[in-house]
C-alpha cells in the first residue's frame, strides 16, 4: 500500500492500519510460525472501520484490474489474490 493511500484512508476515517506478516508467492507454503502479508484495520466505530475496508477493496479491485489490462499476456492474475476476512 503507498503513503499516499494509507495517508487518504487516514485522513477520511478514524482507523489505524497494521501490515502484518510476509509476501508468500503463490505455490509456496509459509515457513512455521510465519503469516501471510495481512493488514489489520482498527476504527473506533465500526462505521469508519467497515468504510475504510471498503475502500481499501475498492483501490485494490482498481489496481488488479489495471495491472491485468496492462499485462495481459504476462501471469499478473496469479499474483492478484487477496481475501478480506
Known amino acids: 500500500m503507498s503513503k499516499n493511500t494509507y495517508a487518504h484512508v ?3 476515517y478514524d482507523v489505524k492500519i497494521t501490515a ?3 509476501f508468500i ?3 509456496r507454503s509459509a515457513k512455521p510460525g510465519q503469516d501471510k502479508l495481512h493488514l489489520i484495520i482498527d476504527g473506533r466505530d465500526e462505521r469508519d ?3 475504510a475496508v471498503r ?3 475498492q483501490m485494490l479491485n482498481d489496481e488488479l484490474r489495471k495491472n491485468q ?3 495481459k499476456h504476462g501471469n499478473v492474475g496469479t499474483y492478484g ?3 478480506v476476512v
Open 49 to 51: 472501520t467497515e468504510l
Open 25 to 27: 508467492p503463490p505455490g
Open 55 to 57: 475502500e481499501l477493496k
Open 20 to 22: 502484518k506478516g510476509a
Open 69 to 71: 489490462s496492462t499485462h
Open 81 to 83: 489474490k487477496f481475501a
Open 10 to 12: 487516514l485522513e477520511n
